[in-house]
């Protein structure tokens, strides 16, 4: 079944995309969840959501003292959002100071999603870490999703305008509707839930994952001055790539700074890092990107 689009508060949807069942009963060698699909207007399943719910998944089989550092997934079908999914965990190895484990993401009895994670108990050793974009605009100044397409009568800006959980600003405007300044293939992006979140750092970790599909594959977009509507556009994600640094809260303002060193082929590669506000490098990204245009598309935009 679908997650209701009803919800009065966004947050809520997503910890209860998040909180998923177990299978009871069911005979098989894997650690077997279900979790409900959020309702999209185009009715496929979002990217965000099914990584995030595989790691929940994952997380649910390791000790707790254990967190998540990395994760790799491909992007197998498109899932679709009017059913449920269901989540077999494989349980490849439990060594002394590392845990790894393979999720896969089902409906009607073939993957969607493969995802191998690993998990680490918490040890010290050498540390840095890139620095934060300097002079980077406060969030509050900026405008919202909702400000930039709320006044749109139309399903997929009023689900991103009002159903999403995150609150995302551009630093330099989104690329919603047109892309307006200069070309490049950068782009940050500040970030965070509407409402608070539970203390459980798993819950974070989870949501962050969810929220880093969002604009990954922008970069490649605004450096050809294609928006989210240019006419033709398909776009599809085909694998996802994380490491969690540090402690992370989601339900405080996170800066998203993200590049693309390359497209071709009817791909684009981005990668993304993830700080907060005091500066702090607390996650990194990586995706490669379907991104398939008509015939003269891009001389229309030059």
Not at 10 to 15: I, R
Not at 32 to 40: A, K, L, M, P, T
Request: aromatic share 8%; hydrophobic share 40%.
């Amino acid at each position: 079944m679908s997650l209701s689009a009803e919800l009065p508060d966004p947050t809520a949807n997503l910890l209860e995309l998040l909180d998923l069942s177990n299978a009871d009963g069911a005979q098989t060698d894997e650690d077997i969840f279900v979790g409900v699909s959020e309702r999209q207007p185009r009715q496929r399943v979002f990217g965000g959501q099914v990584l995030a719910q595989s790691l929940i998944a994952a997380i649910r089989t390791v000790d707790a003292d254990r967190p998540v550092h990395s994760m790799h997934g491909y992007f197998l079908r498109p899932g679709d959002a009017e059913q449920p999914i269901t989540f077999g965990v494989e349980r490849l190895r439990d060594g002394r100071s590392f845990s790894a484990r393979r999720s896969h993401a089902y409906q009607n009895g073939v993957p969607i999603l493969s995802m191998i994670a690993s998990f680490q108990t918490p040890d010290s050793g050498i540390d840095h870490q890139a620095a934060m974009p300097e002079d980077m605009p406060d969030p509050e100044s900026l405008p919202s999703t909702a400000d930039l397409l709320g006044g749109f009568d139309h399903p997929v800006a009023k689900s991103w305008a009002n159903d999403r959980p995150f609150d995302v600003r551009h630093v330099d405007g989104g690329i919603y509707v047109s892309v307006q300044g200069e070309r490049v293939a950068q782009q940050a992006v500040w970030m965070k839930t509407f409402g608070p979140m539970p203390e459980d750092p798993n819950l974070h970790r989870a949501a962050l994952a969810y929220a880093s599909d969002y604009t990954l594959l922008e970069p490649s977009l605004r450096r050809h001055g294609l928006s989210w509507i240019s006419k033709g556009l398909n776009v599809a994600s085909l694998d996802h790539a994380m490491w969690w640094h540090r402690p992370v809260r989601v339900d405080e303002w996170l800066l998203y700074v993200q590049d693309s060193p390359s497209a071709q082929g009817a791909r684009g590669l981005s990668t993304g890092r993830f700080f907060n506000r005091d500066g702090v490098l607390v996650a990194s990204v990586a995706q490669e990107g379907m991104i398939r245009i008509p015939e003269g598309t891009l001389a229309e935009h030059r």
